[in-house]
Nanobody, 125 residues
Framework: QVQLVESGGGLVQAGDSLRLSCVVSGRTFSKCILGWFRQAPGKEREFVAAISRSGGISSHADSVKGRFTISRDNAKNTVYLQMNSLEAEDTAIYYC??????????????????WGRGTQVTVSS
């Protein structure tokens, strides 16, 4: 079993920054590919970013490229999502997810085996 706990969400204004964190326990952290997804009100959950086991390879959705950055600290069992220049359209619940068997970061939700409960990010315009 793998447990993921997100934190760092909140209410901010457009143009502000936030950093989300996700602490992973229950399995060797460095063996997991990790991803961030989000679900806005009335919409389906969508891919935001993913990162390889070593942190050397990452992938970001087009909608967040240049504004969001995923990173990980294997010594702290933590994956981060740095979000800059936030927009009202970024308002959503943000979820952290772990892929325990993949070999590269993927945007496909079904590839991820474990999910956190999410953290709310609200951006006021």
């Amino acid at each position: 079993q793998v447990q993921l706990v997100e934190s760092g969400g909140g209410l901010v204004q457009a143009g502000d920054s936030l950093r989300l964190s996700c602490v992973v326990s229950g399995r060797t952290f460095s063996k997991c590919i990790l991803g961030w997804f989000r679900q806005a009100p009335g919409k389906e959950r969508e891919f935001v970013a993913a990162i390889s086991r070593s942190g050397g390879i990452s992938s970001h959705a087009d909608s967040v490229k240049g504004r969001f950055t995923i990173s990980r600290d294997n010594a702290k069992n933590t994956v981060y999502l740095q979000m800059n220049s936030l927009e009202a359209e970024d308002t959503a619940i943000y979820y952290c997810a772990a892929d325990i068997s993949g070999v590269e970061p993927r945007a496909v939700q079904s590839r991820y085996d474990y999910w956190g409960r999410g953290t709310q990010v609200t951006v006021s315009s």
